[in-house]
T-cell receptor, first 115, second 113 residues
Framework: QQQVKQSPQSLIVQKGGISIINCAYE??????FPWYQQFPGKGPALLIAIRPDVSEKKEGRFTISFNKSAKQFSLHIMDSQPGDSATYFCAASIGGETSGSRLTFGEGTQLTVNP | NAGVTQTPKFRILKIGQSMTLQCAQDMNHNYMYWYRQDPGMGLKLIYY???????DKGEVPNGYNVSRSTTEDFPLRLELAAPSQTSVYFC????????????FGPGTRLTVT
């Protein structure tokens, strides 16, 4: 059962453009929604994350928009740069020791930013 | 701090062979996780541990075993390797139940032929 669906699978944008990646989830018990960035041959690294009590979080050029009623969240990368070319994963988890804070990942989006 | 380390980086196994993927963290994290990543797919949780001596199954545990005898180490055992276990394996760790960020290791690329 796929609990977190991510789109698009791949995305090509021009330098300076806006990259938008979307995710939808099913389990309303999720209480933490991170985005991970992965470069080839490396492990994923946390980029930005949001809790469901806020609708938006911004860190530099990266913004998460969160819509609790629609059970959707998205990553916006402003002024996209070639160095942003990577695979991006959305994820969701339920906090607490009983759940183990396990992450459920989306399928990933391969972003290419052309110079 | 070295963070999360994994060995080996690459391994080729024949069908039916066994091996152990090693994972260690030096951040004194209580929680540790094993994921596998297949091409074009997201990461799937294999096993996790919330502390030494405590392990539990994730989404795709079949064909794998784990143990957690110390806080630092969380090895993943493949007993009878199958081609379906060809994947990239990532270990991750997290501080406590009150924190959320998971820190990932560099991965082990395993091919079973």
């Amino acid at each position: 059962q796929q609990q977190v669906k991510q789109s698009p699978q791949s995305l090509i944008v021009q330098k300076g453009g806006i990259s938008i990646i979307n995710c939808a989830y099913e389990n309303t018990a999720f209480d933490y929604f991170p985005w991970y960035q992965q470069f080839p041959g490396k492990g994923p690294a946390l980029l930005i994350a949001i809790r469901p009590d806020v609708s938006e979080k911004k860190e530099g050029r990266f913004t998460i928009s969160f819509n609790k009623s629609a059970k959707q969240f998205s990553l916006h990368i402003m002024d996209s740069q070639p160095g942003d070319s990577a695979t991006y994963f959305c994820a969701a988890s339920i906090g607490g020791e009983t759940s183990g804070s396990r992450l459920t990942f989306g399928e990933g989006t391969q972003l290419t930013v052309n110079p | 701090n070295a963070g999360v380390t994994q060995t080996p980086k690459f391994r080729i196994l024949k069908i039916g062979q066994s091996m152990t993927l090693q994972c260690a963290q030096d951040m004194n994290h209580n929680y540790m996780y094993w994921y596998r990543q297949d091409p074009g797919m997201g990461l799937k949780l294999i096993y996790y541990s919330v502390g030494a001596g405590i392990t539990d199954k994730g989404e795709v545990p079949n064909g794998y075993n784990v143990s957690r005898s110390t806080t630092e180490d969380f090895p993943l055992r493949l007993e009878l390797a199958a081609p379906s276990q060809t994947s990239v394996y990532f270990c991750a760790s997290k501080r406590t139940s009150g924190s959320y960020e998971q820190y990932f290791g560099p991965g082990t690329r395993l091919t079973v032929t």
